[in-house]
């Protein structure tokens, strides 16, 4: 097994041994016998990251000190210290995934014109891409009307109308998403036949982290004669989904994870590690939405932004993986890199639904290096930065808005909550209404029927997004609450926008065998679409008397849905409140019509027999859900759903895509082109120094003074007669440089436009890898030098000297053409980014190692 494993280089091949005695082919690196006392106290997200470092120590890439700084975790945490981690796979969504197809699609052609064999450019890691955020929300249930009454908190009762949809949603929306996008799904229908080790989840199939979780995760990794954790970046911040499975995965942007596809680590600071230990026992009201949005905003409140969060507890022994996996799933939403659950009896019981013939060997190993979990078991709690502590006793039915995720709202003050919001000072928690205009009606025409809108009336309710569809109990919940609604004579409004984008077939399967599919779809809820779709914004338009009425009275509509985010202007234009709930809420809120409601102290409705409905009569109990849940979520489910899942699309079956290993690009594209970053591609890198204008940046935004003659341009303009003139450029910038979403193309685009350094105070670490990864700069001022303190206006033309030996943070000096010098340092951080730079970039080094140039 020595031979086979090919890693003699690797220092720590010693602590290699079978898992079975009997299977020498079959091996692991066994942590345990690194014999270091150190190893036990460590959180078990670190121990992933430790595994991963010492299985791929080779000196070069990942050295024998990255394995001591991540041993010596309790001492570096608080450090800075750099480590590689290479992770086991990748994880992309079609927005942020075709960038990257089409950079590895413009390496092929790059290896070809260096007379090198286009076909090895492939992932190195395995690559899954599903696409899920193409599909929007255009068509919903249309409706036919049954009189009915219903109570309107400001008009009193009134006459509404059951509704019955006719259920053609679903697939007009997919035939419109094929329509729109026909040119993208071709592009990647051809990716994924041209390139080894790249899958594509077709449309329709559901949302990424959902698949992830019931599809594609493998918790542990049986590869290369090797078992070892289970690990994964991804393209969408919502990646951390599967830390619910006790999988270690977070958000990346598209450079990093293109480095990860290529073989390459990525290098992270070793983070600190919050325990958030979870005790007591959850009324049997409460939902996980109630659990997460508590965890949400006491964990923003504690600040853990950068660092890992790891459950523990014998709280967390109550959690379903479902339950875990939506309170991992938000973690974006509470600043955290990780949320953590390492793998315990209960990750177990799940994998016999969705991975039981895997069993054996991930239990197996898993015990064998330390990485399983029983919450219940207080010796096994390892060392934390620090301990946060919630009783699940103390958690209350919750919502969050209007505008922010961390905003928790229990529902028993929602009514209150938001009047006060009406008239508080613009802001996260105020819209500034004169109190003359609380009360403000619009009388509307909708299907010839006359309704009205004021403050707080729901126009759009959304059961969607992986966060919460991804949970039976939450999904089944909503069924039966609305089969006790039907059964009792209440209804939805005709005019709101009702849906449900179930995150997979999965949902759909078992709504549908336990008989509550047909109750939610009477409300308005059918199956409108597989994908995100109102949870990032795909909500498509509201019905334009809806949308005049908000106008005219300039009203502030409410959208409430089963989402992680609710910033506003980001669900829909016209809802100026936004409020995630649990799905049996969002049903609720669509019921009552507004979120001006005391759900305990006013009835939900009064229905056609005059009968006071309130919430408490259609909520249904813990232990209701569990019954259904316990009879209709099974392992055949699972399987039914996902031996088909790359096939059962029609529409991408019959997509007629490309079979070529190098793309034809088609050059009257406005979508997909051949990106220019190879342009020009030689064999060594031989300028010794550059010599650099900067872009200076006039009042008018987004002009530049185009400094050779004075003349004001646009930025573009400007960046195109420095490249014609030959001339580089450089950046002058402040503090953490690079902050905020979309950091790849804040590094691509200033390649694109010729930047070749950038001189900043400090960075925001992923843009300035990203940076590195594009072939330009990153230069940073000593300690108290700015460029105010050293006199800087940017008009200035800089030589930066480059010595022909290089090493890891140097300082290197630059001269102005006013004849000052300073120094400044370089910060490549590593010897394999310094290796990068001299290739000019990381897809430049990629190509030529892997074409033997």
């Given amino acids: 097994w020595r031979r086979i494993s090919g890693t003699m280089n690797n220092p720590f091949q010693h602590i290699v041994e079978p898992l079975a005695p009997n299977d020498s082919h079959q091996c692991f690196y066994n942590l345990t016998k690194l014999q270091d006392p150190r190893y036990d106290r460590l959180p078990f997200s670190i121990r992933v990251l430790l595994e991963s470092a010492v299985r791929n120590c080779d000196e070069f890439l990942v050295k024998r000190s990255d394995v001591e700084s991540i041993?010596?975790?309790?001492?570096?945490?608080?450090?800075?210290?750099?480590?590689?981690?290479?992770?086991?796979?990748?994880?992309?969504?079609?927005?942020?995934?075709?960038?990257?197809?089409?950079?590895?699609?413009?390496?092929?052609?790059?290896?070809?014109?260096?007379?090198?064999?286009?076909?090895?450019?492939?992932?190195?890691?395995?690559?899954?891409?599903?696409?899920?955020?193409?599909?929007?929300?255009?068509?919903?249930?249309?409706?036919?009307?049954?009189?009915?009454?219903?109570?309107?908190?400001?008009?009193?009762?009134?006459?509404?109308?059951?509704?019955?949809?006719?259920s053609d949603s679903l697939q007009k929306n997919q035939d419109l998403e094929f329509d729109r996008n026909k040119e993208r799904f071709q592009f990647l229908k051809w990716g994924s036949k041209a390139f080894r080790n790249m899958r594509i989840i077709p449309p329709g199939s559901g949302i990424v982290h959902q698949v992830n979780l019931e599809y594609l995760a493998r918790v542990v990794f049986n590869q290369d004669g090797y078992y070892y954790p289970d690990s994964l970046v991804g393209t969408d911040s919502h990646t951390t989904m599967i830390d619910g499975l006790g999988v270690l995965g977070w958000g990346v942007g598209g450079i990093e994870a293109e480095a990860v596809m290529l073989g390459q680590p990525i290098s992270m600071v070793l983070p600190e590690v919050v325990g958030y230990k979870l005790h007591g026992t959850p009324d049997k009201l409460i939902t996980s939405t109630d659990i997460v949005l508590t965890v949400t905003k006491?964990?923003?409140?504690?600040?853990?932004?950068?660092?890992?969060?790891?459950?523990?507890?014998?709280?967390?022994?109550?959690?379903?993986?479902?339950?875990?996996?939506?309170?991992?799933?938000?973690?974006?939403?509470?600043?955290?890199?990780?949320?953590?659950?390492?793998?315990?009896?209960?990750?177990?019981?799940?994998?016999?639904?969705?991975?039981?013939?895997?069993?054996?060997?991930?239990?197996?190993?898993?015990?064998?290096?330390?990485?399983?979990?029983?919450?219940?078991?207080?010796?096994?709690?390892?060392?934390?930065?620090?301990?946060?502590?919630?009783?699940?006793?103390?958690?209350?039915?919750?919502?969050?808005?209007?505008?922010?995720?961390?905003?928790?709202?229990?529902?028993?003050?929602?009514?209150?909550?938001?009047?006060?919001?009406?008239?508080?000072?613009?802001?996260?928690?105020?819209?500034?209404?004169?109190?003359?205009?609380?009360?403000?009606?619009?009388?509307?025409?909708?299907?010839?029927?006359?309704?009205?809108?004021?403050h707080g009336s729901v126009v759009i309710a959304a059961i969607t997004s992986c966060t919460n569809t991804s949970n039976p109990s939450v999904m089944l919940g909503a069924g039966l609450l609305a089969k006790k609604a039907i059964e009792l004579g209440l209804s939805v409004k005709p005019y709101i926008k009702t849906s449900l984008s179930p995150g997979s077939g999965v949902v759909t399967y078992y709504l549908k065998k336990s008989g509550v599919m047909n109750y939610l779809a009477q409300l308005g809820f059918e199956v409108v679409g597989y994908g995100c779709m109102t949870c990032i914004g795909n909500s498509g338009p509201l019905p334009e008397p809806v949308v005049e009425a908000i106008?005219?009275?300039?009203?502030?509509?409410?959208?409430?849905?089963?989402?992680?985010?609710?910033?506003?202007?980001?669900?829909?234009?016209?809802?100026?409140?936004?409020?995630?709930?649990?799905?049996?809420?969002?049903?609720?809120?669509?019921i009552a019509g507004t979120v001006r409601i005391d759900f305990e102290r006013e009835p939900i409705a009064v229905n056609s027999n005059g009968q006071e409905i309130f919430l408490r009569d259609i909520w249904p109990t813990r232990n209701e859900i569990q019954a259904v849940e316990r009879e209709f979520v099974i392992p055949s489910m699972f399987k039914e759903v996902y031996e088909k899942i790359e096939k059962v699309n029609e529409r991408w079956n019959s997509l007629i895509a490309p079979s070529d290993k190098l793309y034809t690009w088609d050059t009257n594209s406005t979508y997909i082109k051949s990106p220019p970053f190879f342009d020009g591609l030689v064999n060594i890198l031989t300028d010794s120094y550059w010599k650099i204008y900067t872009v200076v940046k006039d009042m008018q935004a987004p002009q530049t003074i185009y400094l050779p003659t004075g003349e004001t341009?646009?930025?573009?303009?400007?960046?195109?007669?420095?490249?014609?003139?030959?001339?580089?450029?450089?950046?002058?910038?402040?503090?953490?440089?690079?902050?905020?979403?979309?950091?790849?193309?804040?590094?691509?685009?200033?390649?694109?436009?010729?930047?070749?350094?950038?001189?900043?105070?400090?960075?925001?670490?992923?843009?300035?890898?990203?940076?590195?990864?594009?072939?330009?700069?990153?230069?940073?001022?000593?300690?108290?030098?700015?460029?105010?303190?050293?006199?800087?206006?940017?008009?200035?033309?800089?030589?930066?000297?480059?010595?022909?030996?290089?090493?890891?943070?140097?300082?290197?000096?630059?001269?102005?053409?006013?004849?000052?010098?300073?120094q400044v340092q370089m910060r490549f951080d590593t010897d394999v980014e310094l290796a990068y730079f001299h290739h000019g970039g990381i897809l430049n080094y990629m190509i030529r190692k892997m074409s033997g140039k």
């Fill in 298 to 454: 006491d964990l923003r409140q504690v600040g853990v932004v950068g660092k890992f969060v790891e459950f523990f507890g014998p709280g967390v022994a109550q959690l379903s993986i479902a339950d875990r996996a939506t309170i991992a799933n938000m973690c974006p939403e509470y600043g955290a890199t990780a949320a953590f659950f390492p793998v315990d009896n209960v990750s177990i019981q799940y994998l016999e639904q969705t991975e039981p013939e895997k069993l054996a060997y991930i239990t197996k190993y898993l015990k064998a290096v330390g990485m399983y979990r029983d919450y219940n078991d207080a010796s096994q709690d390892p060392d934390f930065t620090k301990v946060v502590e919630l009783d699940l006793s103390t958690v209350v039915p919750c919502c969050s808005g209007p505008k922010r995720p961390q905003d928790r709202i229990p529902v028993s003050y929602m009514k209150k909550d938001f009047e006060n919001c009406l008239g508080e000072k613009q802001g996260f928690k105020g819209f500034q209404v004169a109190p003359d205009r609380h009360n403000t009606i619009v009388p509307f025409q909708y299907n010839d029927t006359e309704y009205s809108l004021s």
């Fill in 551 to 590: 106008t005219k009275g300039d009203l502030v509509a409410a959208g409430v849905l089963s989402g992680n985010r609710n910033f506003e202007g980001r669900v829909h234009p016209n809802t100026r409140a936004n409020y995630l709930a649990s799905p049996p809420l969002v049903i609720a809120y669509a």
């Fill in 71 to 166: 041993l010596n975790w309790k001492k570096t945490q608080t450090q800075t210290v750099e480590v590689p981690f290479r992770p086991a796979r990748v994880i992309l969504q079609d927005f942020t995934g075709v960038p990257a197809v089409v950079d590895f699609a413009a390496m092929r052609d790059a290896v070809m014109k260096l007379g090198g064999d286009p076909e090895k450019i492939n992932p190195v890691c395995p690559a899954d891409l599903v696409i899920d955020h193409s599909i929007q929300l255009i068509h919903f249930p249309k409706k036919k009307i049954i009189k009915n009454i219903v109570q309107e908190p400001l008009l009193g009762i009134m006459c509404y109308f059951v509704i019955t949809p006719v």
């Fill in 713 to 822: 341009l646009d930025v573009f303009d400007a960046a195109e007669r420095y490249q014609q003139a030959g001339i580089p450029l450089l950046i002058l910038a402040g503090k953490e440089y690079g902050s905020g979403s979309s950091r790849d193309w804040a590094a691509k685009g200033p390649f694109l436009l010729g930047i070749k350094a950038v001189l900043a105070e400090s960075y925001e670490r992923i843009h300035r890898s990203n940076l590195v990864g594009m072939g330009v700069i990153p230069l940073e001022y000593l300690p108290g030098q700015t460029a105010d303190s050293l006199g800087l206006t940017g008009r200035e033309r800089y030589t930066i000297i480059i010595p022909g030996q290089l090493t890891p943070r140097m300082k290197v000096d630059v001269k102005l053409d006013t004849g000052k010098t300073f």
